[in-house]
T-cell receptor, first 115, second 113 residues
Framework: AQSVTQLGSHVSVSEGALVLLRCNYSSSVPPYLFWYVQYPNQGLQLLLKYTTGATLVKGINGFEAEFKKSETSFHLTKPSAHMSDAAEYFCAVSDPVRGNNRLAFGKGNQVVVIP | EAGVTQFPSHSVIEKGQTVTLRCDPISGHDNLYWYRRVMGKEIKFLLHFVKESKQDESGMPNNRFLAERTGGTYSTLKVQPAELEDSGVYFC???????????FGPGTRLTVT
């Protein structure tokens, strides 16, 4: 079974500072990888995804993530935090086997941006 | 293009009652998924429809939960009878055929008292 680890349920970052959210997965084969963001009172929005190809993927709102197979990681970064980045962030994985689409999520990181 | 919609946004029911949640996927999306987040826990998969067929229902917690997708359009998730541990946020998501990106609705917050 696949599992996802996101450490630190709450993450505080100063406005303008680097945002780094860590995601490690456990899977028998390299999975498909996703980061989602949930703003208050909204649904989950896809930030970015990795399926195949280039291991550094860019997403919306200036976020990017790098797939590192050797480290079984898919950490999310943004060079400079903005107040609007305050939200909850979820890392998720799915099995690349066709037809097995279910997502396994980490527990999420609640990001607080300090002015 | 309209996103995934869910109804109701909130529901408060008493233990033993029945509740039905509805999800309307993005038009043309064959894949429809249900997930649940219990407070303090991670979002958990419940089941996956491809059109009107259940592709994977391995995450359904027990037989008090019944999901349907008649006609391959909207889906309902019925909980009968509801228990206290069923409280949480129920998310629906949809995706296109052969695509892995899932688009989520805003969720239904269910409180069982």
């Amino acid at each position: 079974a696949q599992s996802v680890t996101q450490l630190g349920s709450h993450v505080s970052v100063s406005e303008g500072a680097l945002v780094l959210l860590r995601c490690n997965y456990s899977s028998s084969v390299p999975p498909y990888l996703f980061w989602y963001v949930q703003y208050p009172n909204q649904g989950l929005q896809l930030l970015l995804k990795y399926t195949t190809g280039a291991t550094l993927v860019k997403g919306i709102n200036g976020f990017e993530a790098e797939f590192k197979k050797s480290e079984t990681s898919f950490h999310l970064t943004k060079p400079s935090a903005h107040m609007s980045d305050a939200a909850e962030y979820f890392c998720a994985v799915s099995d690349p086997v066709r037809g097995n689409n279910r997502l396994a999520f980490g527990k999420g990181n609640q990001v607080v941006v300090i002015p | 293009e309209a996103g995934v919609t869910q109804f109701p946004s909130h529901s408060v029911i008493e233990k033993g009652q029945t509740v039905t949640l509805r999800c309307d996927p993005i038009s043309g999306h064959d894949n429809l998924y249900w997930y649940r987040r219990v407070m303090g826990k991670e979002i958990k998969f419940l089941l996956h429809f491809v059109k009107e067929s259940k592709q994977d229902e391995s995450g359904m917690p027990n037989n008090r939960f019944l999901a349907e997708r008649t006609g391959g359009t909207y889906s309902t998730l019925k909980v009968q009878p509801a228990e206290l541990e069923d409280s949480g946020v129920y998310f629906c998501a949809s995706s296109q055929e052969f695509r892995r990106e899932q688009y989520f609705g805003p969720g239904t917050r269910l409180t069982v008292t």
